[in-house]
């Protein structure tokens, strides 16, 4: 089996099981896992995660241009924002989960860092999630807006949209995007009780040593 072959059943194993466990619904959310040529496959517009079929995989170049199977997703750019300013990117997660998008829509939250550090494995998957401004679906503009803080974080937050997640590799951008989920559902739990957040000191002790990215 060739390892583009590989990466495509990878791909919508990927999707079923994001689909099948309610992370995504209808043809929302898109996927993306770069290929050994510098190229990416990605999921087709309005695909549902549930069904995707390998042979049918967008192909995108290394100069963005589409080359094989059907139509890419709309929201491409998103992830070749991720790609152009993350040379350790191997793959891009970009979901409409529940959790994460109601706490985007949150009037008053931190836009540098959307979620506190209620748990290690939220700091040590995700870290800081800074909120990227709302832009209408497809607009050129959200890329650039993605593009600049996508140096400096490997996972954002869209207002009123969703989080968009880069990895090291296709598991590693897909764990860090549940484990944001899971972060915003307690986030979301816990709204008016007294939390007791990780402090300073034990957050960089866990950036400093088990960092996942």
């Known amino acids: 089996m060739s390892e583009e072959t590989r990466l495509r059943e ?123 401004p709302y832009y209408a679906p497809g607009d050129a503009e959200l890329a650039e807006a993605v593009r600049k803080l996508a140096g400096t974080h490997h996972a954002v937050l869209l207002a009123n949209h969703g989080p968009v997640v880069a990895g090291s590799s296709l598991d590693a951008a897909m764990h860090a995007t549940e484990e944001l989920e899971e972060t915003a559902k307690l986030y979301l739990l816990l709204r008016g009780s007294r939390v007791r957040p990780l402090t300073c000191e034990q957050v960089e002790d866990l950036r400093d040593k088990h960092s996942l990215w």
Request: hydrophobic content about 35%.
């Open 10 to 132: 990878k791909l919508c194993a990927c999707g079923a099981s994001l689909f099948r466990r309610g992370l995504t619904f209808g043809s929302t959310g898109n996927l993306s896992v770069a290929l050994p040529d510098g190229g990416w496959l990605m999921t087709p517009t309005n695909a549902s995660l549930g069904e995707l079929d390998p042979a049918r995989l967008s192909k995108i170049d290394a100069d963005g241009r589409h080359v094989g199977g059907d139509k890419p997703t709309k929201e491409s750019f998103l992830h070749q924002a991720m790609y152009g300013e993350r040379a350790g990117a191997k793959a891009v997660v970009h979901l409409h989960s529940t959790h994460s998008v109601a706490v985007s829509c949150l009037d008053g939250v931190d836009c540098e860092n959307c979620l506190p550090p209620i748990t290690a494995y939220y700091v040590m998957r995700v870290g800081r999630l800074p909120l990227v």
